[in-house]
């Protein structure tokens, strides 16, 4: 596992080199169960020493531009500074993280070469996009992530939530960390008298479309009312944050701070989080094995478009996806290339680097799909 002050290191690096979920049974033909999370234990960071037995390594030079999640900030930030440093010095490669809704606006209005979001294209995107482009959007998961419960004080680190709490707190029916409804879910804890203050995306995220689409649509939630997707209309009472790194620094600000992250964020800070009880009635804390269990029976369908829902057993609950979204028309030759070669690296590669940060990576039974969806890039030309 990479360890964290390599983490950092990274992250300090590339900063400076200006790099900035349907239903539990989805369905899809012809995939086994274990198609989407298949993460092993993360290898010593000492196994990738650059080379690619399928010869995909890179080799062409360029510039590729891209934008969107902060959820797969960290791990972005982690694979290029490795793919530059140590695979392919003539790469030079941008990533911006400005929320999944900028990174699905930039790519379809062609101004990245590449966009990444925990929200799905849908039909309307891709329709508009191919007529606008002149050639279809090619989008293809590239990592799973736990969106988690953070809190400001540490004395509550391990507090059993529940969908319906979570609700209840983000839409101000439950405001104190001493209220009935929390403190029935946690009989054995004493809990503060301490006003509780929601931290939430204020850029279209998806990070937010992951929790939201779990509040309105898990089986085992009740009472949401602000509906799903990057933006909903929060209640006043509540605290706006951009990007991760922001909801990350309204937890930390406020005294009763409590907010949704990806868990890489959790893990890089250090932020006490909750246990939310899954389908099942467990409890549930945020770790890779936690997630990767979540994909346990999990079937894609061939268009990549799906949600995480419904999850039990030893899964955490709020479970999403990151996409990459190309096209298959468009780039030059080289650029071509070095987008082929970046991800295809990525994916066969980049593994260990990804479940390190908590990320559950894609498994054997899809990866030759995913290979194949980067084959297409530029493939209309």
Sequence with gaps: MRTFSRMIAALAAASLLAVACGDGGVTAPDETPDDAGDAEPAADEDADDGSDDNGSSGGASGDLVG?????????????????????????????????????????????????ASERYLRDDALAEGAESRGCDAIQFPIVFG?????????????????????????????????????????????????????????????????????????????????????????????????????????IQQNPGGLGYLNQAYVLLEGFPQAQIINADGEP???????????????????????DILNIGGDGFPITGTAWVFAWECGYDDETAELMKEFWTWAVTEGAPIAQGLGYATIGPGLEPRILEAIERINSAN
């Excluded at 972005?76 to 793919?83: G, N």
């Excluded at 140590?86 to 699905?104: F, K, M, T, W």
Aim: proline residues 5%.
């Design 67 to 115: 934008a969107g999640a902060t959820f797969v900030n960290p791990i972005f930030v982690d694979w290029i500074f490795e793919y530059q440093n140590e695979v392919n010095p003539g790469a030079n490669i941008n990533y911006q993280s400005i929320g999944s809704g900028g990174g699905i606006e930039q790519f379809l209005l062609e101004q990245v070469d590449f966009g």
């Design 146 to 250: 736990s969106v988690t419960i953070a809190f400001n004080d540490p004395e509550l680190d391990g507090l059993i939530l529940d969908g319906t709490t979570i609700g209840d707190i983000f839409e101000r029916r439950v405001t104190n960390y001493n209220d009935p409804q929390i403190q029935a879910l946690n009989p054995d804890r004493e809990l503060p008298d301490q006003d509780i203050i929601p931290v939430h995306r204020s850029d279209g995220s998806g990070t937010t479309s992951v929790l939201t689409t779990y509040l309105e649509q898990d089986d085992a939630v009740d009472g949401w009312t602000l509906g799903s997707g990057t933006e909903v209309q929060w209640p006043s009472g509540t605290i706006g944050g951009q990007g991760n790194e922001g909801v990350a620094a309204g």
């Design 284 to 306: 549930i804390t945020a770790t890779l094995e936690a997630t990767t269990a979540g994909l346990d029976g999990l079937e894609i369908p061939d268009s990549f478009q799906f």
